[in-house]
């Protein structure tokens, strides 16, 4: 069964210093994508990067990067020099392709918090 | 704008009374399904819909039901919402099966049974 651990549940950094979100996995799917969204204070889920398991490539987008590491099942995500508009509960997510029911599994979210 | 649309975005009830919360999406997406989000706990598949009249359960359907009449609307109707249903939902819709096509949600709706 597909399984995403987020250990961390709250972090609180200073602004402008870096915050690194752990996204560990279990599957037993050798096809499957992983996600991670942002939920702000509104509470809507604003979709930020999805990853299949054949594309290990690391990824930056503006200050947001993403480390894909097969190898350890894990699926990290950075915010450099964060800002007061980050402050979220971002979740880490797996998709199974031959899952029947598509479904999504979250983990239980980081709640980041970033102080002025 | 092509977009998943839940309603209500807020509903406070009190047990027992029979509620729906209704979701629409505009981009002809097969797929379709409910989620409830709990503290402590992420987003949790309630209920799925792969297709028009094809429904099936997801994680905790308990207290439940939907229906897929039209493949636009899949509304979540609770017959008799408790407390323990206090939560976030989420709609979500996905062209078909198969998560390399992504998820498209909508903007929730929190529900409060008292």
């Known amino acids: 069964a597909q399984k995403v651990t987020q250990a961390q549940t709250e972090i609180s950094v200073v602004e402008k210093e870096d915050v690194t979100l752990d996204c560990v996995y279990e599957t037993r799917d050798t096809t499957y994508y992983l996600f991670w969204y942002k939920q702000p204070p509104s509470g809507e889920l604003v979709f930020l990067i999805r990853?299949?398991?054949?594309?290990?490539q690391n990824e930056i987008s503006g200050r947001y990067s993403w480390n894909f590491q097969k190898s350890t099942s894990s699926f990290n995500f950075t915010i450099t020099a964060s800002q007061v508009v980050d402050s979220a509960v971002y979740f880490c997510a797996l998709s199974e392709a031959r899952a029947e029911d598509n479904r999504l599994a979250f983990g239980k979210g980081n709640q980041v918090v970033v102080i002025p | 704008e092509a977009q998943v649309t839940q309603n209500p975005r807020y509903l406070i009830t009190v047990t027992g009374k029979k509620l729906t919360v209704t979701c629409s999406q505009n981009m002809n997406h097969e797929y379709m399904s409910w989620y409830r989000q709990d503290p402590g706990l992420g987003l949790r598949q309630i209920y799925y819909?792969?297709?028009?009249?094809?429904?099936d359960k997801g994680d905790v359907p308990e207290g439940y039901k939907v229906s897929r009449k039209e493949k636009r609307n899949f509304p979540l109707i609770l017959e008799s919402p408790s407390p323990n249903q206090t939560s976030l939902y989420f709609c979500a819709s996905s062209p078909r099966q198969g998560p390399d096509y992504g998820y498209t949600f909508g903007s929730g709706t929190r529900l409060t049974v008292v």
């Open positions: 990853r299949n398991s054949f594309d290990e």
């Open positions: 819909s792969m297709n028009v009249e094809v429904t």
